[in-house]
């Protein structure tokens, strides 16, 4: 059986602790992770595809003991 995408990001948002980062990439899993749990702490890309590890890389290195 395979998982669909939107079941994907209600696992890995129900791990979340509450205080994470998350940078989600641009169109439909940002209004699907929007959808299934908005936080400020997301960071919703619309319209920059393909940047999210960049975007991710950036906060990772200068926010370092933030998850």
Same mark, same amino acid.
């Given at each position: 059986? !395979?998982? !669909?995408?939107y079941e994907a990001i209600e696992v890995i948002t129900k791990a979340l602790k509450g205080d994470e980062l998350v940078i989600s990439? #641009? /169109?439909l899993i940002s209004r699907? *992770?929007?959808?299934?749990k908005d936080s400020?702490? #997301?960071f919703y890309? *619309? /319209?920059s595809m393909g940047l999210a590890s960049s975007i991710g890389f950036g906060l990772a290195f200068s926010l370092p003991k933030k998850r």
């Open positions: 059986m !395979k998982m !669909k995408r990439a #641009n /169109g699907e *992770l929007f959808s299934i400020p702490r #997301n890309m *619309l /319209g």
